[in-house]
């Protein structure tokens, strides 16, 4: 499972991350499969009993690989790309303002390539469960796939619809729920039927501000507070080692030079020293999109405002309607 580790070790049909140099990829463990590097095959057999973590090396022992356990995070990073996917700092992020707890009911719609649904599907448990929909049959198909074997099938449930159109699946039960959609605000209206009668809290996932600027407007039309939205622009710094030289000076001037340890460099009137320095990366992610929060109050509390409101126009018309008429008889 990806919301879990096994502590009896990596059985048969289990999905594993495999880590070699700086890549990620997922496998999944058949017996007598073979995975094949350039460099040297590894034997399916052989990994199946090997703990989560572990380093494994070829038959040859030319290379090796790390069997890493499938994380939500790893996912991300080793998943097979059918969309655009959101990463671990808009991920966290909607974790948090959404305030998921174990128990907690998510409808999702754009399953996409299922990074979120498996963030998602942990912060709610074995308690709470993932209602996500997908419009695209073929994707719907390959998520269900995924997910059932990851073992996710109790705790997510995808559904192939059209939500903008068909509205969602299930009705009267989210606390929460995820849009990411071409068209949010179309969306929006529907979401007043899946939330439950206490409200939430929703999030809009859009890259372009003008989807933002119509979701937000179409939140506040059908009662929304708290609008709210983020960019998260994520900056990775790398560290790199930079030699410096130094020249001799007061008491060291007797020294006539110094071997450098790693490349036997001589310097004849000072040392190279190996400083580590910091910088921000030239490439990198950079703005992934825009998340729209907001919050739905309770129903009790939405109908007995728009009854407040309702009866101040009346009472605003009347006085309306009682001013013409005063005014019709002083002109008489």
């Not at 880590?19 to 990829?25: A, D, V």
């Not at 719609?109 to 695209?136: D, I, K, N, Q």
């Not at 449930?157 to 989210?174: I, L, P, S």
């Not at 179409?218 to 609008?227: N, P, V």
Request: glycine content about 8%; hydrophobic content about 35%.
């Amino acid at each position: 499972a990806v919301v879990s580790t096994q502590s009896t070790g990596i059985a048969e049909g289990d999905t594993v991350i495999v880590r070699r140099e700086s890549t990620l990829e997922p496998l999944v463990i058949k017996r007598d499969a073979q995975y094949q590097l350039t460099a040297g095959l590894f034997r399916h057999n052989d990994i199946i009993g090997k703990p989560f973590g572990c380093k494994m090396y070829s038959h040859n022992r030319k290379c090796n690989i790390t069997l890493l356990a499938p994380t939500p995070e790893l996912w991300t990073l080793a998943l097979p790309h059918r969309t655009q996917i959101l990463y671990a700092s808009d991920i966290s992020l909607v974790c948090l303002m959404l305030e998921l707890a174990p128990g907690s009911v998510v409808v999702e719609s754009g399953t996409g390539s299922g990074s979120l649904t498996h963030a998602l599907s942990r912060a709610v448990g074995s308690t709470g469960h993932v209602h996500t929909h997908e419009f695209h049959k073929e994707r719907c198909e390959t998520a269900r796939a995924e997910f059932t074997s990851h073992g996710l099938q109790d705790m997510v449930t995808c559904y192939h619809r059209n939500v903008c159109q068909d509205g969602f699946a299930v009705t009267d039960c989210a606390d929460a729920v995820f849009l990411d959609l071409p068209c949010p605000w179309e969306a929006i209206p529907h979401t007043l039927r899946a939330f439950s009668p206490d409200g939430g809290r929703i999030c809009s996932f859009s890259p372009c501000i003008e989807q933002v600027q119509k979701a937000c407007a179409a939140l506040a039309q059908h009662g929304f507070e708290e609008i709210q939205t983020f960019e998260g622009i994520e900056r990775q710094y790398q560290l790199s080692r930079k030699r410096i030289w130094e020249p001799f000076v007061g008491n060291q001037r007797h020294k006539k030079y110094r071997s450098d340890q790693r490349t036997g460099d001589k310097a004849t009137n000072g040392w190279l020293n190996a400083y580590v320095k910091g910088g921000p990366k030239k490439d990198g992610v950079g703005h992934t999109g825009y998340l729209t929060f907001a919050t739905l109050p309770a129903r009790e509390l939405l109908r007995s405002r728009d009854q407040n409101e309702g009866s101040r126009d009346t009472e605003q018309k009347s006085r309306d309607t009682e001013g013409d008429v005063m005014e019709g008889d002083v002109m008489e």
